[in-house]
């Protein structure tokens, strides 16, 4: 802030140059205040978000966790079918799965058949 003039008053400063300044400081104060709410406001939504995304990941771990458990099982079952495949001929496997399968649908279209039609 600039030294008052040798012959300025003290109210002619004062209103020419305090007050200004001291308005100037007020609305960046205020501007300040604002932006810093806002930025407030802002983390609180971003800490839900985080805490959102954290939840999420969490449960995603365990569903891959689960599906890892799940997909090591299936391959287990694989192996043995091909062992089973080995010990008594593939062509015998694949000819009793086929029938199975059909057997399967079989029993399905019954099924539907009933449903239908308000049978059993």
């Known amino acids: 802030m600039p030294e008052p003039g040798a012959f300025a008053s003290a109210k002619s400063f004062r209103d020419k140059v ?34 959102r995304l954290s939840d999420d990941v969490e449960f995603y771990k365990g569903k891959i966790k689960d599906m890892s458990d799940r997909t090591e099982l299936l391959q287990e079952k694989a192996d043995d079918l091909e062992r089973v495949k080995r010990y008594a001929g593939a062509e015998q496997i694949d000819t009793i799965i ?22 059993r």
């Open 98 to 119: 086929r029938k199975v399968k059909e057997q399967e649908r079989t029993e399905q279209q019954i099924r539907r058949y009933d449903r239908s039609y308000g049978t």
């Open 18 to 51: 305090v007050m200004p300044f001291v308005n100037k400081l007020k609305t960046l104060i205020k501007n300040l205040t604002i932006q810093c709410v806002r930025l407030k406001e802002e983390v609180i939504q971003l800490r839900k978000e985080k805490k």
